[in-house]
């Protein structure tokens, strides 16, 4: 069953719901081709609403709600991801598969060995061409939030993220002290987030800032992971050992 989210121009009351966003309504009526009679899922704040088509138009689509019920798709525990800025279509990958691994916000990162360096007239298209591949991928995977998408933050400001958290890890290749395993062992947290350094990696001082701050430096073993793969490793590693996969 096709999932979407319920928009600003969207109306409901009791017993129907009106659609209304051009966007929704055109993929609705184009592209899916949805006749009356088929049932789709709508995201609220709270609630999901499962409903049943009764009429199609140009500009709107009108549905009769046949069961509303609580969000249950999302995990038990908050992970954010901070992730430093990649070369290439490397982030819409990135955000893709950690959308539908659960992961709660998305923080971009300009450390000092990314080599991209965005304009600032720049970021917030950006964003706002993220932000729609985000949500397309929150819709594919069922979740019921859209993750925000948020930056670009220097280091400097990203430490001030830090307290935040019940733990903030940073993971690094050249770090064999402590595993991921080990350090959420340890843990109890219910609010986590994991930042990810470029191809590059991160400076030794952009780790001795972190950690300072009261970051935890951890490794995920011995071979090293690309940019676009470490998130997706560390964020599954995560939900695993917490028992908040699904």
Do not use: W
Request: hydrophobic share 35%.
């Amino acid at each position: 069953m096709h999932r979407f989210f319920f928009e600003d121009e969207d109306q409901r009351d009791s017993n129907t719901v009106v659609l209304k966003n051009a966007e929704t309504v055109s993929h609705l009526s184009r592209v899916l081709r949805i006749k009356i009679g088929e049932q789709i899922e709508i995201v609220m704040e709270h609630t999901v609403l499962t409903a049943e088509v009764k009429e199609v138009s140009n500009d709107a689509v009108s549905l009769n709600i046949l069961a509303e019920g609580p969000h249950e798709n999302e995990s038990s525990i908050q992970i954010d991801l901070y992730q430093c800025l990649p070369k290439g279509q490397k982030l819409e990958l990135i955000l893709q598969k950690n959308v539908e691994l659960g992961v709660h916000a998305f923080y971009l990162v300009q450390s000092k060995r990314c080599v991209v360096d965005y304009k600032p007239k720049d970021v917030p298209k950006k964003l706002e061409r993220l932000s729609k591949i985000v949500k397309e991928a929150s819709k594919q995977s069922k979740r019921d939030v859209i993750p925000n998408i948020n930056g670009i933050l220097s280091i400097k400001e990203t430490l001030d993220k830090i307290s935040n958290y019940d733990q903030f890890l940073v993971l690094y290749e050249r770090e064999d002290a402590e595993s991921l395993k080990h350090r959420l062992q340890a843990s109890s947290s219910q609010k986590i987030a994991v930042l990810i350094g470029p191809e590059g990696g991160l400076d030794q001082l952009e780790v001795d800032a972190l950690v300072n701050h009261g970051a935890q430096s951890t490794t995920l073993g011995k071979r090293i992971l690309r940019t676009e793969t470490a998130g997706f490793v560390a964020v599954s590693c995560i939900q695993y050992e917490m028992n908040a996969l699904g």
